[in-house]
């Protein structure tokens, strides 16, 4: 891929599509038009036009960007995907297959036939393959493995045995190395005999004669120095330098944080093993935060809006379950306190607020919490301040809000007894809330979990069946006989 | 700022904030010993040493990259973080203001001095000061504006002119640029009379005698083309170009879809005017994800865990208030029918499941919809599919959820009119909640607005008082006399 294209603005993707779905809806109409032989001229002549319309749509994309084309894929209906599918390039299906979302991945290579996956494949380098492998069906991996020369068969083992989040799976093999004893001069006629350097090199790594790493040759200096000077001269030493095994979280953090392009990954014998490159880390952070997005409301895939109905109830399922769950609890809850909703109907009418503002109160509390624990390591000094800090807003809020809906209470019911209780339940809740919301990320970090997940679901559930549960609770041990 | 540093890993740093806290703490223990007089040695050998201290942590602090000194200073308490604050040297406080966020940027600013902010803003470009502009006092923006050279001047009214979402404020002018009709070899022998070139030049820009834009030289291409070719030859026509009044959102997009690491920035007649690097955009992403994290929960501000509790209260009132309003009028629905509720106390119980279960249904079909439309606007075609699709997932959703709860309602009251209540009132909420899950994030963008911002607080509050006034009201209408 190269950093050159045409200047395609998502307006002109926008047209684009609108015409591929015309051309596309008109196709269904030709190919309809067969049974009527009363017309054959109008027919044939309708097909040839179809015909033309095809070529030049696959001249246009011929010509576009790979993630342009996957965008365009994206935005298709399931069959016309197919069909733009196939009219692609085939020497640009790997690329385009890497920048698509994985259910639309999916759909394409479902139509791929073994030859089609190999030619694919083949045109991708050992850490793009690693990307692609856990869609690849097991014989296509296989072949792919045999033909690759052994360099590259041992990238793609490593790349493989790394997980999802770390520095391993983030890193490409693409190294222009260096020895520290060459002068400048000597580096410059080198590079103008290569064909090309590696997207997002802006730096060119010092190595020893066992492969150590040394230091680095950024592009600029070896631009600015003087040419009889050795790099040894010039280099720079001091870079920061990641682990295969490292936090992909972390190492998108030293890069936004010192404005990095590459940086070298080296393993415990201080050897040169790969780079990071800064599209990889921006990927890593929109593709973070889009699933931290889904994982909210308790989605575990992306689906588009052309993906099967079945799919998409079993994807929502999970979440619905899990809430199905809390809510019974809530309302088994309520069912302890019948006798007391019975004797006092407004209970039934004021205990959702209750539930409801606690809900608020725990989540912002959580949002604040899960957002400083993305940003560092808490100690148990933060936490103590954590607690005192939430708990005292809390009870402030408590006081402030409660005492808001112990005056609408009193307006409304005329009962100063329920105002009181309103007020002191909105209260308590609040402090349960500010606890538990302190308390739960605290131990998810503790435990080495994802402070996160899950955290919100859990949080509401406390405040839902906490809150009736200590509203009707204070009613009925002071408003009833 | 250079790309190269310590490798200062997140532990190292760790253990720098724990020391710095150990030794602030000490320093409250020195002052307290002025009042012993009975052992004045004891106090002034602890006093030097507690200086010596203060002097070690200052070298270790000389030596940090700014991003690592923000990330201490947000990670102490107030007063600790203004006494490291005095400690830190001036020529580095412009960065550092730059890295950390919002509020305690405020704190460290209100404890300079017009000559020290004068200082920081003077070690500043351009964009950097159009960045910290909105948080300096006016008299020192005017003050810094006179001292600046015409260029400068020029330059930061215009990137003050464009609003924080447009390309506008994320451009810089550290542009180096050069004519066609040049040869490779002489800008090979001007650059090296250059001391430096600017961070993230990964290409030099092309311009005309009149200063338009012609294209790019990627410093790549300088290092392997043929020193007697004309830049014109060799340099690249087609390049992804931006606008300052583009959309900040989209341009983040365009850097991630093409892999970019700098772009320039042309007007309407087609001059450059700058630049966007992937360092602006990477933070661009971070913010717009840690902003949206926020307002997901009603909150305008990040706060820090030392920030003052009242400052709190008021950052979080927003949201519970809204919450307040959306909570009383679903009370008011419940109170429609407190009738209801008196003859058969089993509704109380079972209305917060009927709620609850449809706000899931609906932040689901908001959370993909908002996720589709970041990706690309919809057109009609795309929207009427996506109602028919969520509809149909909630009908199937209504129909399965509403049939188990149907089953758990008859086996809890054995009554089988309550259990076909439940199940229809779920089915419709559900209805209602994929209705609604379209409609608020659709309408939204036909009207220009952020689709996510706030559509969960609506769409939860349409929820919670449909599901009370559906099954209440289908409870009303089919089960009591």
């Known amino acids: 891929m190269t950093d050159v294209q045409d200047l395609d603005k998502p307006d002109e993707i926008a047209t684009l599509i609108r015409d591929i779905r015309e051309i596309m809806a008109r196709n269904r109409l030709v190919e309809g038009l067969v049974v009527r032989s009363d017309e054959p001229n109008h027919a044939l002549v309708e097909r ?30 399931h069959e016309d995907r197919l069909a733009i599918w196939e009219l692609v390039r085939s020497d640009h299906d790997g690329d385009v297959l890497l920048e698509v979302s994985d259910s639309v991945r999916a759909s394409l290579l479902a139509t791929m036939d073994r030859e089609e996956l190999l030619n694919a494949a083949n045109s991708l380098e050992a850490d793009e393959l690693a990307d692609l492998a856990p869609d690849l069906p097991e014989y296509v991996m296989q072949d792919v493995f045999t033909a690759l020369p052994l360099e590259e068969r041992e990238q793609l083992k490593f790349a493989l045995s790394y997980a999802e989040d770390t520095v391993g799976a983030l890193m490409d093999f693409d190294l222009v190395t260096l020895r520290a004893d060459v002068r400048i001069e000597v580096i410059l006629r080198y590079l103008r005999r290569m064909e090309d350097l590696p997207d997002h090199t802006d730096k060119l790594f010092v190595v020893d004669r066992i492969g150590q790493f ?14 009889e000077q050795e790099v040894a001269q010039v280099m720079a030493r001091e870079v920061v330098r990641f682990h295969p095994e490292d936090k992909a979280r972390e190492t998108a953090d030293a890069f936004e944080r010192y404005d990095l392009i590459s940086a070298p990954v080296i393993d415990e014998q201080n050897r040169l093993i790969g780079r990071v490159t800064v599209d990889a880390v921006v990927d890593f952070i929109r593709e973070a935060s889009d699933e ?17 109905i079945l799919r ?40 959702p607020i209750v539930a409801g503002m606690g809900g608020n109160v725990g989540n912002q509390t959580i949002t604040m919490i899960v957002r400083e624990l993305a940003f560092r390591k808490l100690d148990n000094d933060d936490i103590r301040l954590l607690y005192s800090k939430e708990l005292r807003v809390a009870l402030i809020n408590g006081l402030v ?21 309103m007020m002191s339940a909105v209260s308590l809740n609040f402090l349960a809330a500010a606890f538990f919301g302190v308390t739960i990320p605290v131990v998810r970090m503790k435990l080495g979990r994802d402070p996160a997940l899950g955290s919100s679901v859990l949080i509401t559930a406390i405040t839902d069946s906490g809150g009736f ?8 041990m002071f408003l009833l006989k």
Chains 1, 2 share one sequence.
């Open 469 to 476: 549960f200590i509203f009707l609770g204070l009613a009925t």
């Open 48 to 77: 040839i036009v179809h015909k033309q319309n095809l070529t030049r749509l696959a001249q246009k994309l011929e010509k576009l960007h790979p993630a342009d084309i996957a965008m365009i894929l994206e935005a298709l209906p």
């Open 214 to 227: 040394q230091g680095v040759l950024f592009l600029k200096t070896l631009l600015l120095s003087d040419p």
């Open 292 to 308: 931290e997005r889904l994982a909210q409301v308790g989605l575990r895939e992306e689906e588009d809006i052309f993906a099967p």
């Open 401 to 421: 809000w409660g005492g808001v809906l112990a005056v609408i209470t009193l307006l409304l019911y005329h009962e100063p007894a329920l105002s009181i209780v």
């Open 312 to 351: 998409s109830v079993k994807n929502r399922a999970p979440w619905l379950a899990i809430n199905l769950v809390t809510a019974m609890i809530a309302s088994r809850v309520i069912g302890l306190f019948d006798g007391a909703i019975e004797q006092l109907v407004a209970l039934a009418a004021l205990m």
